[in-house]
C-alpha cells in the first residue's frame, strides 16, 4: 500500500484517535462493523446540510441532485461487483433484509411443498432463520451442510445432499465465527449444473475481497454497507435480472408500483419493484464514498494487507499456551475466534475493554455452530484495513497478561 | 445490618478504584473468588438467573423469617457482582429484600462500565432475589 501508507489509512478514520478508559482504542470487533472514514461521515452530513430531498419523484433542483447521487452509488455498486445492469442492484437496510426479501419473494412463487433447501452449519442466524420460516409456511425441507472440526464446508456430504426436489442453496462466503473462506464458485458451478438457485451471504466478503458476481456467477449476493466502511442501515441484495423479473414484490408501498387503483395495481420496473417507501437516501450516498474509499486503495492492496496481517495474528495467537482458535480452515481471512483456559470469553471482553482493546465475545448469532464445535460462545478478533502489527502485539501482551492472572 | 448500611459499606470499599475500569474489574474478581463453594447440585436449571450473558445460579434458605442467599457464576466478574448482592440481600426480611433500592451501582461508578447491554445481568439477578422474595412473603 504505497500509495496509501498505514499512518494516512489511520487518519482518515477519526474514531481510531480516540481514548477508552485511557488507553489508545484498538478496534478488533470489526466483523461486527467496521469503522467509517472522514469522507463516508462528511458526505452523509453535506447531504442533509445542502441537497436533503426525496428522491425519484421529484421535478425540483434538489430532488434532482439528490436522485441522481443516489442513482449513482447504485451505479457505482454495480461496476463495484461486476453485475451486468442496475436493474440487478437493490438496496435493503442490510444482508438480514436482503436474505429475507429473497427468502418471502420466493416462497410465493418458486418453492412449494416438498421442494428442498440446503444452508450449512456455519450460517448466521439471518441466513438460518428466513428459510425456517417459509420451510414451516411453505412445507419445505430445510437440509444442511456438515462443517468439519476445522471450519471447512464438507463438499462430498453438500453432493449427498442434492436431490431433485433442491431447488435453492443458500451459503456465507466467508464465516463470521470462523473466517472460513468457502469455496463458493466450486458450490454455485454445481448448482447450477443441477438448476439450483444458488444464495451468496457476501456480510463479511464484501470488504475484504474482490468480488465479481458474472464469474461467481451466483443467482444472488446479498451485503452490507457498515460491514464496508459505509453506514449502518444500507444493504444490497444482487439478483440476476431474469430471476428478478419473474419475483413477486417484497414489501407493497409507494415507489415500487406504476399504477395504483382499487381494482388493480401494476408494478414499476427493476430494481424499483423491489423498493417500496422512502430508501435511506443519506446513508446510500455515504455508502458511495465507502465504496470509493475501497476503490482508491484498491482492494487487491486491502486483500494483501490483511492477509500478512492475518498471518502475523495467527503466528502470534498459536504462540500463546492456553488459547484454543476454533476455526482453523486453510483459506480463512482475519478472524480468530478463541477461548482460554482459565478466563471465560465473557471476562476476557470486559478486561481487554478495561485496556482499550473492542473485541466480541458470546456466540456471534451462529449458535447451531457453537453447538456443533460444543461451546457456548468465543472472544472474537476480526481484522480490517486500518489494524497494525502494533495493534496485534499490544492485545498479545494484554491476553498474556490476563491469563496470567 | 440494614441493606442501606451494606451497600454504603460497599460504595467506601469502592472509593479506593477512584473509578478506575480495570481496577474495579480485578476488584470485583478478587471478591467472587472469595465467595463460598456453591454445591455442584444446586446448579439446576431452577437455579439459573435467566437474561444474563453468563449462567449465574442463585438459591436460598428461610431461616428465622429472613433470607439466606448463595450462589455462583461461570464468569469471575459477574460472581463479584453476584457476591455484593448476596451480601446486600442475604439475613434480611423478605418485606426488606422487596424495599431495598439498588443504589450503589450509581455511587460506585460502576454503571459506567457496566453499560446497557452489560447490566441486563445486573437486573436479571435483582429481579431474582426479589422474585425469591416475593415467593417467601
Ligand atoms: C455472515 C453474516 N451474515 C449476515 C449478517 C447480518 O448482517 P446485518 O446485521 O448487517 O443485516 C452478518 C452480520 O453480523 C454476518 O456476519
Keep these: 500500500m504505497n500509495k496509501y501508507p498505514l499512518k494516512k489509512i489511520r487518519d482518515d478514520f477519526p474514531i481510531l484517535s480516540s481514548k477508552i478508559n485511557n488507553h489508545n482504542l484498538v478496534y478488533f470487533d470489526n466483523a461486527a462493523t467496521t469503522q467509517k472514514p472522514k469522507s463516508v461521515i462528511d458526505s452523509i452530513s453535506n447531504y442533509y446540510k445542502n441537497y436533503n430531498a426525496n428522491i425519484h419523484r421529484g421535478i425540483h433542483t434538489l430532488a434532482e441532485k439528490a436522485t441522481e447521487e443516489f442513482e449513482q452509488t447504485r451505479s457505482l455498486i454495480k461496476n463495484f461487483i461486476g453485475a451486468s445492469s442496475t436493474k440487478e442492484i437493490i438496496f435493503t437496510r442490510g444482508t438480514t433484509e436482503g436474505l429475507n426479501l429473497i427468502s418471502s419473494s420466493l416462497a410465493k412463487f418458486h418453492l412449494k411443498e416438498g421442494d428442498e433447501i440446503i444452508i450449512s452449519e456455519m450460517e448466521h442466524h439471518s441466513n438460518i432463520v428466513p428459510w425456517q420460516m417459509i420451510a414451516n409456511s411453505n412445507k419445505l425441507t430445510l437440509k444442511v451442510i456438515e462443517v468439519s472440526k476445522e471450519g471447512e464446508i464438507n463438499i462430498d456430504h453438500f453432493k449427498s445432499l442434492i436431490t431433485d426436489k433442491t431447488k435453492l442453496v443458500s451459503l456465507v462466503y466467508i464465516s463470521n465465527t470462523l473466517g472460513t473462506i468457502n469455496p463458493v464458485q466450486n458450490i454455485i458451478k454445481i448448482c447450477s449444473q443441477h438448476n439450483i438457485i444458488s444464495v451468496i451471504d457476501g456480510a463479511q466478503s464484501s470488504a475484504h475481497k474482490k468480488i465479481n458476481v458474472k464469474s461467481l456467477n451466483c443467482d444472488f449476493y446479498v451485503f452490507s454497507a457498515h460491514k464496508m466502511y459505509g453506514p449502518t442501515g444500507v444493504g444490497v441484495v444482487f439478483g440476476k435480472e431474469k430471476i428478478l423479473e419473474k419475483m413477486p414484490p417484497y414489501m407493497g408501498g409507494g415507489e415500487m408500483i406504476k399504477d395504483v387503483s382499487f381494482s388493480k395495481t401494476s408494478y414499476n420496473d427493476l430494481p424499483y419493484k423491489f423498493e417500496a417507501g422512502t430508501p435511506n437516501i443519506g446513508d446510500v450516498i455515504g455508502f458511495k464514498e465507502a465504496i470509493k474509499y475501497i476503490e482508491d486503495i484498491g482492494i487487491e492492496n486491502i486483500e494483501s494487507h490483511e492477509i500478512s496481517l492475518k498471518k502475523y495474528a495467527e503466528k502470534a495467537l498459536n504462540n500463546i499456551d492456553g488459547i484454543k482458535i476454533v476455526g482453523t480452515a486453510k483459506n480463512k481471512i482475519g478472524i480468530f475466534s478463541f477461548i482460554t483456559k482459565n478466563v471465560h470469553y465473557y471476562d476476557l471482553g470486559l478486561l481487554l475493554d478495561a485496556k482499550g482493546i473492542a473485541l466480541r465475545t458470546g456466540h456471534h448469532c451462529t449458535q447451531p455452530l457453537m453447538d456443533k464445535f460444543d461451546l457456548d460462545g468465543t472472544a472474537r478478533l476480526s481484522l480490517a484495513i486500518y489494524n497494525t502489527t502494533d495493534e496485534i502485539d499490544y492485545f498479545v501482551d494484554s491476553l498474556i497478561k490476563l491469563m496470567k492472572r | ?137
Design chain 2, 1 to 137: 445490618m440494614t441493606t442501606t448500611q451494606t451497600q454504603n459499606d460497599i460504595v467506601e470499599d469502592f472509593k479506593v478504584l477512584e473509578e478506575d475500569f480495570e481496577m474495579t474489574l480485578n476488584y470485583l474478581m478478587e471478591i467472587g473468588e472469595k465467595m463460598d463453594d456453591y454445591d455442584e447440585e444446586l446448579k439446576s436449571d431452577d437455579n439459573l438467573v435467566k437474561g444474563c450473558q453468563s449462567k449465574v445460579w442463585l438459591s436460598h434458605e428461610l431461616k428465622g423469617g429472613k433470607i439466606f442467599f448463595s450462589g455462583d457464576s461461570n464468569t469471575s466478574i459477574t460472581k463479584g457482582l453476584l457476591s455484593l448482592l448476596i451480601k446486600i440481600f442475604s439475613g434480611q426480611t423478605p418485606e426488606d429484600i422487596l424495599n431495598t433500592k439498588l443504589y450503589f451501582i450509581n455511587k460506585t461508578g460502576l454503571c459506567r462500565f457496566i453499560g446497557t447491554q452489560r447490566s441486563n445481568g445486573l437486573e436479571a439477578m435483582e429481579n431474582k432475589f426479589k422474585i425469591i422474595a416475593l415467593s417467601n412473603k
